[in-house]
């Protein structure tokens, strides 16, 4: 049994909320474009993890209007490639 639990992420008012992904593989020199179920999110950061060689880190600004809106796929797209859909739950 695991020690991790999933828990829905809960977004406050005007505050700033991030998701932060990692990959490897795609190598993200190219511009990194992403969407929340089906809405288009900022992607802040595209580019080497700098802790662990090899990985990428994908920080994408989760637009306000997810709030309440349950479960959805997030996708990020690298040079015209899209990812595995990752899936989260908002309150």
């Known amino acids: 049994m695991s020690g991790f639990a999933a828990e829905p992420i809960s977004l406050q008012g005007d505050t700033e909320t991030y998701l932060i992904l ?3 593989g795609r190598g993200v020199e190219t511009m990194a474009t992403a969407t929340i179920g089906g809405v288009r999110a900022d992607v802040t950061y595209a580019g080497p993890m700098p802790s662990v060689p090899g990985a990428d880190q994908f920080n994408i600004r ?4 997810m709030a309440g809106m349950g479960t959805v796929d997030v996708l ?3 040079a015209g490639r899209p990812s595995n ?3 989260v739950t908002f309150r």
């Open 22 to 24: 990692y990959g490897s």
């Open 62 to 65: 989760i637009p306000p209007a």
């Open 76 to 78: 990020v797209t690298v």
């Open 85 to 87: 859909a990752v899936r």
